[in-house]
C-alpha cells in the first residue's frame, strides 16, 4: 500500500521530510533565468521553462536523502497551460527519481467537479476508450463541503492505491476563526473534521498501521497536534509551517506515535530558497549544494528535537 511505502521511505532516510516545490522566480538564480531569456521573451512559456531547469536541479540534489517533494500547482497556475505542463512534468521528473509526489492541490467542489480533479491529479482519464493514468501519489483536499466531495478521491484512492491529505488543522495564523469554532459538544471544528478523516480511512489501513487518507496539521499548532495524534492513531500526517512559518522541530514530538513516526515535515523555501540566506549563501550556481545542505542540517534539527 502507498502508506506503507511512504513509512518505509521515511525509515530508511531516516528523515520525516517533504520538499515543497513552490517556485518563484524572484528566488530563482539569474543566470537560468538569463539563459532562457537570451533565447526567447519574457513569457509564462519562458517562465515554465526556468522553473522547470530549477526544479530538476533541486531534485537531483535531494532525492536520495528524501522520501518525497511537494509542488504546489497554484505557483505553476499562474503561468497558463505553458505552467500547468510544467507542474506535471515536474510531478514526471520527481517520479523518474524515485520520489514520492504529494500534489498539494487542495481542491474541494461538488462530487462530479470532484471527480473530474480527482481524474486528473490520482485517477484516471478515460478518453473515448483510452485511459490516462495520473501520476501523483498523493494530493492535498478540503473537505469543507462534506463527504460527496471527498468521496469521489477515496474511489480513485482505492482503485490506485493513491492517497490524500485532508486539510484539518492549518497552519496559517487565522485557521482558528473556522477551525477552533466550538460546536454543540464544545468540541472544535477541526477535531470532528479529524474524526471524519479517520473515519473515511479506516478502509485504506496498510502494513505500517497508517492509512492511505492522512491530515494535514500545521507545525504551528503543537498543542492540537497532540490532541489530534491521540484521537487519530492510524492517519498519517503532512506538516506545514516548519522554520520560514515559525515551527520548530521540538514542537512536533506531540504528533509522533510511540514508534516515533506518524509525520511528514514540508520545507519550502528553507530549502529552495536556501542559497539566498545568509547561512548558505554562496555563488547562485551551487544553490543545489545549498538546498541539499538545507535538508540535512533540517534533518539533523529533527533527530535531535523529536
Same mark, same amino acid.
Given at each position: ?26 528566488? @530563482?538564480?539569474?543566470? =537560468?533565468?538569463?539563459?532562457? /531569456? ?19 536541479? =533541486? ?5 536520495? =536523502? ?7 500547482? %497554484?505557483?505553476?497556475?499562474? /503561468? ?5 505542463? $510544467? /507542474? ?5 521528473? %520527481? ?9 498539494? @492541490? ?46 469521489? /478521491? *477515496?474511489?480513485? $484512492? ?19 476563526? @473556522? ?39 500545521? +507545525? ?72 541539499? +545542505?538545507?535538508? *540535512? ?10
Amino acid at each position: 500500500m502507498l502508506i506503507d511505502k511512504l513509512v518505509k521511505k521515511i525509515k530508511t532516510l531516516n528523515a520525516p521530510i517533504v520538499v515543497g516545490l513552490d517556485p518563484r522566480l524572484s528566488q @530563482i538564480p539569474g543566470y =537560468i533565468k538569463d539563459a532562457v /531569456y537570451e533565447a526567447q521573451e519574457k513569457t509564462p512559456e519562458a517562465a515554465a521553462e526556468i522553473i522547470l531547469t530549477f526544479n530538476q536541479a =533541486i531534485i537531483d540534489s535531494v532525492c536520495d =536523502i528524501v522520501p518525497a517533494v511537494k509542488p504546489q500547482i %497554484a505557483m505553476y497556475e499562474q /503561468y497558463g497551460a505553458a505552467g500547468i505542463s $510544467c /507542474y506535471f512534468r515536474t510531478v514526471e521528473y %520527481a517520479k523518474s527519481k524515485g520520489l514520492i509526489v504529494i500534489g498539494d @492541490i487542495k481542491r474541494g467542489d461538488i462530487a462530479s467537479t470532484a471527480e473530474a480533479y480527482s481524474n486528473a491529479h490520482i485517477g484516471m482519464t478515460n478518453i473515448e476508450g483510452e485511459e490516462f493514468t495520473a501520476s501523483t501519489d498523493f494530493i492535498t483536499v478540503n473537505p469543507y463541503m462534506g463527504y460527496d466531495s471527498i468521496e469521489p /478521491y *477515496l474511489s480513485d $484512492c482505492k482503485k490506485h492505491d493513491k492517497g490524500l491529505f485532508v486539510l484539518v488543522k492549518t497552519s496559517n495564523p487565522s485557521s482558528s476563526q @473556522i477551525q477552533d469554532l466550538k460546536t454543540a459538544d464544545e468540541r472544535p471544528v477541526y477535531a470532528h473534521v479529524g474524526d471524519l478523516v479517520s473515519e473515511w480511512g479506516r478502509g485504506l489501513i496498510g502494513e505500517s498501521g497508517f492509512s492511505n487518507i492522512g491530515a494535514v496539521v500545521g +507545525a504551528t499548532h503543537p498543542e492540537e497536534g497532540k490532541i489530534l495524534r491521540d484521537a487519530m492513531p492510524h492517519t498519517f500526517f503532512l506538516v506545514p509551517g516548519y522554520g520560514a512559518q515559525g515551527g520548530k522541530a521540538a514542537d512536533l514530538s506531540g504528533m509522533l506515535n510511540k514508534d516515533g513516526l506518524g509525520i511528514i515535515v514540508n520545507n519550502s523555501r528553507g530549502i529552495t530558497g536556501a542559497f539566498l540566506s545568509e547561512k548558505y549563501k554562496s555563488n547562485e550556481k551551487d544553490f543545489a549544494q545549498a538546498a541539499r +545542505a538545507a535538508v *540535512l542540517d533540517m534533518k539533523a534539527d529533527l533527530e535531535a528535537n523529536l
